[in-house]
C-alpha cells in the first residue's frame, strides 16, 4: 500500500488525492515512522452511509431509540416517512453543496424549543 509522509501530503496535496482517486487505493499518512491516516477512495454511497454511521446526531438518535426500545417505549415512525425525509435531506445538502449532517443538525436547531 502506498505511503506518503505527512511533509509530503501538504506540498502535493492535489497529486495524491488524484492518485487516490485513479487508483481506487488507500494511501496511508505517515508522520514520525507512525501511520496516523490513511486517505481513501470513497463514492457517494458509501460516503452518505460513513456520515449517517458517524454524524453525531445520528449516533445520538440511535442511542435514544436504543433506549427506547430496551425500556419498551418505542413506538416507531413509518418506514415511509423516514425515507422521504431523509431522502429530501440528502437533496437539500446535495444542493446546497453541504454535508448531510449539516442539514440535519440545522433542522434539529430550528425544531429546538426557544429560550
Known amino acids: 500500500m502506498p505511503t506518503v509522509n ?30 496516523v491516516a490513511a486517505v481513501v477512495p470513497i463514492d457517494s454511497d458509501a460516503l452518505e452511509d460513513y456520515v449517517l ?15 427506547e426500545i430496551a425500556a419498551g417505549t418505542f ?19 446535495e444542493r446546497r453543496g453541504v454535508p448531510y449532517s449539516i442539514v440535519v443538525a440545522e433542522r434539529e436547531a430550528a425544531e429546538a424549543p426557544q429560550e
Open 6 to 35: 505527512v511533509r509530503e501530503l501538504g506540498r502535493n496535496t492535489a497529486g495524491v488525492l488524484d492518485t487516490v482517486a485513479t487508483t481506487g487505493r488507500p494511501v496511508l499518512v505517515v508522520r514520525n515512522g507512525y501511520v
Open 53 to 67: 454511521a458517524t454524524a453525531p446526531e445520528y449516533v445520538a438518535s440511535s442511542a435514544t431509540v436504543d433506549r
Open 75 to 93: 413506538t416507531g415512525h413509518r418506514l415511509e416517512d423516514v425515507e422521504v425525509e431523509m431522502a429530501e435531506t440528502a437533496a437539500e445538502a
